[in-house]
């Protein structure tokens, strides 16, 4: 670009007058075979991408993005689990080298150690090879470090049982009804049922909610007393009358979601 | 007329150099799987670049329904997923994506390691790169309390746990998260929200772009 005396600029800005043309870096100036970015090999990039963008939508359309229950703190007996990508560091704190009194060993100097080290590692390894052979030290420690994270990730997931949890905790959108709790019935279920079916009939760690089900006033009086999958027989106690209080609540507490 | 808007937008803010910064270069050789398949590893970067820009337009759309508070966001989540057209799409590319992205960066950091590229003069960028993977998983851990259903509540709790077991900084580090020394409720929800949205995605553009003006001025490290 021509400097100092003479130059021409547009108005009273920095910018040149002299219009420069767009003129490429010459190919002999690199070795081997280049090939220009724009727009020879961004084509072929945008074609990679494209294919890649498919696969990708694919498996978005192939499984859904899972959603559990709405969160609830008083869920004793979830077994809560990290995302895939966290779960080597979750297993590892399990061990008792690294749990406990060797907590801080655990959760902090050890992933500090081989985060740190792969942070710092061009000022490890300073060499001038490039080769993974022949640097062992920084391949080896690689190595080992990707197995263990493989090997802590499987032994974390094996023990899972993905569908059953995933089964378990399938959400549900709780419909909005309104519990006459002055009602006969509702002082026989706050007896004999709200201490697992919740006093809003939400249901809780060991029952389901009572809210959307599909029972007649006789089914619910045979469950009531007979019990139904998990739930035992003999939970009602109670007189026949009481009974016959209790299904028709339940029932008219579910007429209001239809 | 393109070439005409851009000589004229061209004479007066001369964007020529810039755009030859961007785009007039040549790709090597050795680069390029038109002339070596194996250069396939190379992919790796551009490709969790990719994946970073579907995460940020889908985040973006979803953030167009989600309601960061205890009450809805279970709710929006819900409705996002079954009611609204191609939601479901949305949110799961989003959710895919956080996985892919985390696939494509560990794939990408091996390539470079594997092939020594981090040595002289490329230690900074390397750096900035490890800096870029610790964002993105931050990024995976804060995202994952959002649908406040009950694997991001309790997986949240675990997490802040460990963070609390931190000697000296631990309590501080919790607080500072959660919004409370004990509770994981309301408030973690909005701060997790505000990381997720606001603070680390501007690191990580902040990040990404020094990443990338490393790279243009040093250009791709040669052939083994």
Redo the contacts between chains.
Sequence with gaps: MKKGKGMQFVGDSRITADKQKFIPKDYSEYPGRTEAFWPNFLLKEWLVGAVFLVGFLCLTLAHPAPLEKMADPTDAAYIPLPDWYFLFLYQFLKYEFASGPYFVLGAIVAPGLAFGGLLLAPFLDKGPNRRPVNRPIATGLMLLGIISVFWLTYEAAEHVNWEEKAENNKPVLQPEVEIDTESAGYAVFENSCMQCHGDQLQGGGAAPSLIGIDYSVEELKDIAKNGIRTMPAGQFKGSEEELQQLAEFIVSVNEQVK | MMQRIYDWID????I?PLW?DI????????V?P??HFSAFVY?FG??TF??TV?QVLSGMFLTMYYVPD?ENA??S??YL?TEVAHG??V??????????V?VMLFLHT?RV????????P??LN??VG??IF?VM?GL??TG?LL?????????T???LE?AE???FIGEATKTLLAGDAEI??AQTLTRFFAIHVFFLPAALFLLMGIHFIMIRKQGI?GP?
């Design positions: 004479e007066r803010v001369d020529t030859r785009a007039d270069h040549e790709v090597p050789e050795h390029n038109a002339h992919c551009g490709l990719f994946v579907i205890i279970w709710k989540v819900y997923q479901q799409i949110r799961g590319m989003h959710h895919w994506g956080a996985s892919v985390i091996l390691f594997f092939q020594g590229a981090y040595k002289k490329r230690e390397w750096m490890v800096m610790f998983l995976g851990l994952y649908p406040w259903d009950n694997k991001a509540y309790f997986a709790q675990v997490t460990i077991g931190v000697p994981v409720g490290s083994l």
